[in-house]
C-alpha cells in the first residue's frame, strides 16, 4: 500500500483543515487507518485512528473534541478534519495503515505516508 497525504498548510489560530490521505492498491478496506504528527524536536504523536469499515475510531488527547477522522474505502483515502486549530498543532501530519487493532502505537503501522505540514499561526 502506498499512502499520499495532502491538504497540509498555513491556517491562523481558531482556523480548519481537512487533511487527506490517498491509498493505492485494492485492499485498502482490509487496513485500519490513523494519523500520527510530528513537530519539530518532539516525538512522533498519536492524533487518530479509523477502522477497516469505520466503526470505530480512536483519538489522541490532543485531537479529542477538535479533530474528525473519516473514510471512503469507495474512494480509498482516509480524512483528517481539524477544527480550532492551535498553535501547539503545528507538525508534519502522517497517514498511516495498519492490519491490526487497537491503533494508537506507531510501531504496530505496516506503511507510511510522506507527511504533509501543518502551520498554526498565532
Known amino acids: 500500500v502506498q499512502l499520499q497525504a495532502s491538504g497540509g498548510g498555513l491556517v491562523q489560530a481558531g482556523g480548519s483543515l481537512r487533511l487527506s490521505c490517498a491509498a493505492s492498491g485494492r485492499t485498502f478496506s482490509r487496513y485500519a487507518m490513523g494519523w500520527f504528527r510530528q513537530a519539530p524536536g518532539k516525538e512522533r504523536e498519536f492524533v487518530a485512528a479509523i477502522s477497516w469499515s469505520g466503526g470505530s475510531t480512536y483519538y489522541g488527547d490532543s485531537a479529542t473534541g477538535r479533530f474528525t477522522i473519516s473514510r471512503d474505502n469507495a474512494k480509498n483515502t482516509v480524512y483528517l478534519q481539524m477544527n480550532s486549530l492551535k498553535p501547539e498543532d503545528t507538525a508534519v501530519y502522517y497517514c498511516?495503515?495498519?492490519?491490526?487493532?487497537?491503533?494508537?502505537?506507531?510501531?504496530?503501522?505496516?506503511?507510511w505516508g510522506q507527511g504533509t505540514q501543518v502551520t498554526v499561526s498565532s
Open positions: 498511516a495503515a495498519r492490519s491490526t487493532w487497537p491503533p494508537y502505537d506507531a510501531g504496530g503501522y505496516d506503511y
